[in-house]
Nanobody, 131 residues
């Protein structure tokens, strides 16, 4: 049974950093695509960053490019989202998601980094950026 558990959220001041973790169980990350999404109240869940575990291709939303970094540790079966230079508008619930990836490469990762592609989701972790 596929299970994803996020951790690492919390309260941080503007300009600060957090590292979110997504521990996967029931499957191995190899040949899976992993995504980090976020959802503000009343809004659609948006793709923040996605990665192909097979070739390491990544995608970042424009709003986080240069500030967030996604990475995987296949030995630990864990995906990370390093978030730097956090802004108040980054305050939302963050979710990780996983799905079998038939392809890889940056174009594919960008195209599949949408909510409808992913079938397995974690429970979410709250990130609050406030002084």
């Amino acid at each position: 049974q596929v299970q994803l558990v996020e951790s690492g959220g919390g309260l941080v001041q503007p300009g600060g950093s957090l590292r979110l973790s997504c521990a996967a169980s029931g499957f191995t990350l190899d040949y899976y695509a992993i995504g980090w999404f976020r959802q503000a109240p009343g809004k659609e869940r948006e793709g923040v960053s996605c990665i192909s575990s097979s070739d390491g291709s990544t995608y970042y939303a424009d709003s986080v490019k240069g500030r967030f970094t996604i990475s995987t540790d296949n030995a630990k079966n864990t995906v990370y989202l390093q978030m730097n230079s956090l802004k108040p508008e980054d305050t939302v619930v963050y979710y990780c998601a996983a799905e079998w990836a038939e392809l890889d490469g940056p174009d594919y990762v960008q195209a599949m980094c949408v909510m409808a592609y992913f079938g397995s989701w974690g429970q979410g972790t709250q990130v609050t950026v406030s002084s």
